[in-house]
């Protein structure tokens, strides 16, 4: 099951400190302060947590323009790597594309690295793309030796 902030239209504070989103504390409390300051809990936007813990949820609405935009790239970047490995899985994709698929991915990577190192310092996330990658590596690995 893929983390919650992939999938959720509704995040607490922690998870969004954890993000490390653009435009957006990077800390529990600062996002707790921040969503004061900027009246979300008021906003008909946030609701109450049930459960463990208690606490805030916010909408992805209340985000300022550029942390909404670093979390949809995120959601896409990780979408488009599990789409690439789904894709590998059903033998949808042919062996010689599966490396020109990747290169591409690893190109959109590493020139937005500015904006995907916070992704990268996310804890869960960084053990999803671990993942991500090792499937891949068996991937082209597999389809190499069957060459």
């Known amino acids: 099951m893929p983390p919650r902030w992939q999938t ?26 921040f969503a004061e300051r900027h009246g979300w809990r008021h906003s008909g936007k946030a609701r109450r947590r049930t459960g ?47 490396v020109r698929q990747l290169a591409i991915l690893l190109s959109l990577l590493s020139s937005r690295a500015a904006d995907i190192s916070p992704l990268l310092a996310a804890r869960q996330l960084s053990h999803d793309l671990q993942e991500l990658a090792d499937g891949a590596r068996r991937e082209i690995t597999a389809v190499k030796e069957a060459q």
């Open 8 to 33: 959720s239209d509704w995040l607490t504070a922690a998870g969004l400190a954890k993000l490390q989103l653009t435009g957006l504390p990077g800390t529990e409390r600062g996002v707790n302060g």
């Open 52 to 98: 463990c813990g208690g606490g805030w949820e916010y909408h992805l609405s209340l985000l300022p323009a550029q942390a909404l935009n670093d979390l949809l790239a995120r959601r896409a970047f990780v979408a488009e790597l599990r789409q690439l490995l789904a894709d590998i899985d059903a033998g949808v994709v042919q062996p010689h594309h599966i």
